[in-house]
């Protein structure tokens, strides 16, 4: 007796199922537009047919990390764990979306170096909006807390952001549309092979 060949629709969900993962790290300053592009890339992954995680920095942190301060150090553990949980879910075949501030050099590269030890893409978008824009934008009310004097250790104002030395992508949200900055993210997953 012939063996069927594998319908198209099972044939379609095995790829699926054995594609690669990868994360991508939007990083920058407070309403920078990171989160905005996350979700952007996120639906248009989803449309592709790929598996997608979005670890929002905020979301991660209540749910996640609610026991970490802001000092250095737990800003650190905080980048470190949600690297952890980006590797897990990659590792799994997720593209997970990471829009965290992530404001040190070291510890955003813990988690490039994690992630190229398990041989998973890893991709650094700096998400480059000046500090003026990000202000006029001020989304959550953080500057104007900042500039009230009822907020202290706002990043890249009165706390330290590290730019990335070599992140993959540079993205100029003043100057792109939302549209044309995913259309990068995308552009660079299709260079790896992940869409």
Same mark, same amino acid.
């Given at each position: 007796?012939?063996i069927?060949?594998?319908?198209p ?8 199922r054995?594609?690669?993962?990868? $994360? ?6 407070p309403?920078?537009?990171?989160s905005t592009?996350a ?10 047919g790929r598996?997608?995680?979005l670890l929002d920095g905020d979301v991660?942190?209540k749910?996640?990390?609610?026991d970490?301060?802001?000092?250095r150090?737990?800003?650190e553990e905080n980048?470190?764990?949600?690297g *952890?949980l980006?590797?897990r ?8 979306l990471?829009a965290v501030?992530?404001p ?5 590269r ?11 893409p890893?991709i650094?978008? *700096?998400?480059a $909006?000046?500090? $003026?824009v990000c202000r006029?934008?001020d989304?959550?009310?953080?500057y ?5 004097g009822?907020l202290?250790?706002?990043t890249?104002?009165?706390?330290v ?11 100029? $949200? ?12 995308m552009?660079?997953l299709a ?5």
């Amino acid at each position: 007796m012939p063996i069927a060949a594998p319908s198209p629709r099972l044939a379609e969900l095995s790829a699926r199922r054995s594609s690669q993962g990868a $994360t991508v790290w939007f990083t920058g300053l407070p309403s920078a537009g990171k989160s905005t592009l996350a979700q952007e890339v996120a639906v248009r992954l989803v449309e592709t047919g790929r598996r997608v995680e979005l670890l929002d920095g905020d979301v991660v942190r209540k749910e996640l990390c609610s026991d970490l301060g802001f000092s250095r150090a737990d800003r650190e553990e905080n980048i470190s764990r949600i690297g *952890y949980l980006a590797g897990r879910l990659a590792r799994h075949g997720v593209i997970v979306l990471a829009a965290v501030i992530a404001p040190y050099e070291s510890a955003r590269r813990a988690v490039r170096v994690r992630h190229e030890r398990q041989e998973l893409p890893y991709i650094e978008a *700096y998400v480059a $909006t000046p500090l $003026t824009v990000c202000r006029a934008r001020d989304v959550k009310g953080l500057y104007a807390k900042q500039e009230a004097g009822q907020l202290q250790g706002l990043t890249g104002v009165d706390d330290v952001y590290e730019p990335p030395a070599a992140p993959e992508l540079v993205l100029h $949200t003043q100057h792109s549309t939302v549209e044309q900055s995913v259309d990068q993210v995308m552009r660079a997953l299709a260079a790896r092979g992940l869409v």
